[in-house]
């Protein structure tokens, strides 16, 4: 048998917001403040700004998906203010390389797919390809932290990783005892 560590039932429809004001607005402070990006990378919010159209783009082709296109819209307004400030405030050499990136991947990506899948596609196909393409950048996106685990595991070697994951692990049970 199978026992989660919380009642599903009790807390019904209470969702939180993993990207908090306290986390998002300091990070920008910082940028405004020192008229800097300093060595923040804008290809999350670029990733993003795509994975957003490409799911706008679906909920306006599949039928009944208005929830969609509305949330990954509004994406879309959220990650092109990120990605402008970004390019206000980065050096002259990220800038030229991050206005290209957002060309090539935002505009370029989103481009072919809308082009693709209208042209080459028959209308009943259009959802299921775009719905393929925005779940396969998910993975992406959700499977990019490892890159930092990666690199951390090259820096500092497997006992050091060992070590932060056994201590993770630790606060983990700690706070899942805790609640019990």
Same mark, same amino acid.
């Given at each position: 048998?199978?026992?989660?560590?919380?009642?599903?039932?009790?807390?019904?429809?209470?969702?939180?917001?993993?990207?908090?004001?306290?986390?998002?607005?300091?990070?920008?402070?910082?940028?405004?403040?020192?008229?800097?990006?300093?060595?923040?990378?804008?290809?999350?919010?670029?990733?993003?700004?795509?994975?957003?159209?490409?799911?706008?783009?679906?909920?306006?082709?599949?039928?009944?998906?208005? &929830?969609?296109?509305?949330?990954?819209?509004? /994406?879309?307004?959220? *990650?092109? =203010?990120?990605?402008?400030?970004? #390019?206000?405030?980065?050096?002259?050499?990220?800038?030229?390389?991050?206005?290209?990136?957002?060309?090539?991947?935002?505009?370029?990506?989103?481009?072919?797919?809308?082009?693709?899948?209208?042209?080459?596609?028959?209308?009943?196909?259009?959802?299921?390809?775009?719905?393929?393409?925005?779940?396969?950048?998910?993975?992406?996106?959700?499977?990019?932290?490892?890159?930092?685990?990666?690199?951390?595991?090259? &820096?500092?070697?497997?006992?050091?990783?060992? /070590?932060?994951?056994? *201590?993770? =692990?630790?606060?983990?049970?700690? #706070?899942?005892?805790?609640?019990?």
């Amino acid at each position: 048998m199978f026992y989660l560590w919380f009642d599903p039932t009790r807390n019904f429809h209470a969702y939180s917001i993993i990207w908090k004001r306290q986390h998002i607005i300091p990070m920008f402070w910082k940028i405004k403040k020192h008229g800097s990006t300093e060595d923040f990378s804008s290809l999350p919010y670029i990733c993003t700004l795509l994975n957003c159209s490409l799911w706008t783009y679906y909920g306006i082709i599949k039928a009944r998906e208005y &929830l969609v296109a509305t949330v990954d819209g509004f /994406g879309i307004v959220v *990650e092109t =203010i990120y990605v402008i400030l970004f #390019l206000i405030y980065a050096p002259k050499g990220i800038r030229g390389r991050t206005l290209i990136l957002a060309v090539i991947l935002d505009v370029a990506i989103s481009a072919v797919a809308v082009v693709t899948t209208q042209l080459a596609l028959q209308r009943e196909a259009h959802g299921g390809v775009v719905g393929v393409m925005g779940a396969g950048l998910n993975i992406v996106m959700y499977f990019s932290p490892l890159s930092a685990m990666l690199d951390i595991l090259v &820096l500092h070697g497997f006992f050091h990783v060992r /070590g932060w994951l056994m *201590e993770s =692990i630790k606060i983990f049970v700690a #706070l899942r005892l805790g609640r019990q």
